[in-house]
């Protein structure tokens, strides 16, 4: 059964910096993009970031370009996302996402794996 199962949410001041986890369980999933996505309460999920299954190319939504930076460890079936200068519109449920790809996608329709999602808040 494949599982992703993400942590590193909290509580954090704005301007703060959390890293976020994501680990996969259930196969490999080393030659397939990865992505994550968040969702603001009253908001529809929206993509964030996503790393191609080598790791080689990434690509971030406008909003977090420059803030996040998205990486992944094949041999562990991990993603992770590095979120600095955090601000309050950050706050959200994050979701990472295992794409039907190896290359990179920012549509979730493209995405056939899904966490259950950690909360991150920032506080101003």
């Known amino acids: 059964q494949v599982q992703l199962v993400e942590s590193g949410g909290g509580l954090v001041q704005a301007g703060g910096s959390l890293r976020l986890s994501c680990a996969a369980s259930g196969r490999t999933f080393s030659t397939y993009a990865m992505g994550w996505f968040r969702q603001a309460p009253g908001k529809e999920r929206e993509f964030v970031a996503a790393i191609g299954w080598s790791g080689g190319s990434t690509y971030y939504a406008d909003s977090v370009k420059g803030r996040f930076t998205i990486s992944r460890d094949n041999a562990k079936n991990t993603v992770y996302l590095q979120m600095n200068s955090l601000k309050p519109e950050d706050t959200a449920v994050y979701y990472c996402?295992?794409?039907?790809?190896?290359?990179?996608?920012?549509?979730?329709?493209?995405?056939?794996?899904w966490g259950q999602g950690t909360q991150v808040t920032v506080s101003s």
């Open positions: 996402a295992v794409a039907r790809t190896g290359s990179i996608t920012v549509h979730e329709y493209h995405y056939g794996y």
